[in-house]
């Protein structure tokens, strides 16, 4: 299956290596930043979930929202990348403690089962409030 990875580029050094190698068995990983997603407006074809940095969704969660991105991201199933067990999500208050996490520095293998596991879930009913625009 195919996962889109969207990491900030500054932030790539703090993530495991397996996400960015190719390494992960029976699993592709498309990687993007959030800029390429801001501007584009949309995941490549054929992207069966979206797992996200923690560090990058801190830092653009404000404009994924402001340019209703949110609703793209959240049609698929949405997992982060983390330091973390349980990180502090923008926006994410809601689904605190049933957010799928991966560790930062789990394994190919471990992290190739969590994503057929992950692939099993539905993507939550969750939305997030439209944005305030100002007139």
Known sequence: MTFALICDEYFQKKVSGIWFNGEIPNHKVVNMTADNLLETGKLPEGISAVLIERATWQKNFSMFRYFNMLPLLEEKVLA????????????????????????????????????????????????????????
């Open 80 to 135: 982060f990348i983390a330091s973390t067990p349980e990180p502090e999500l923008k926006g994410r208050g809601a689904m605190r403690g049933k957010e799928f996490i991966f560790p930062n520095g789990i394994n190919a293998d471990d992290a190739s089962a969590q994503l057929t596991r992950l692939l099993e879930l539905a993507p939550p009913a969750f939305t997030h409030p439209k944005p305030k625009v100002l007139a």
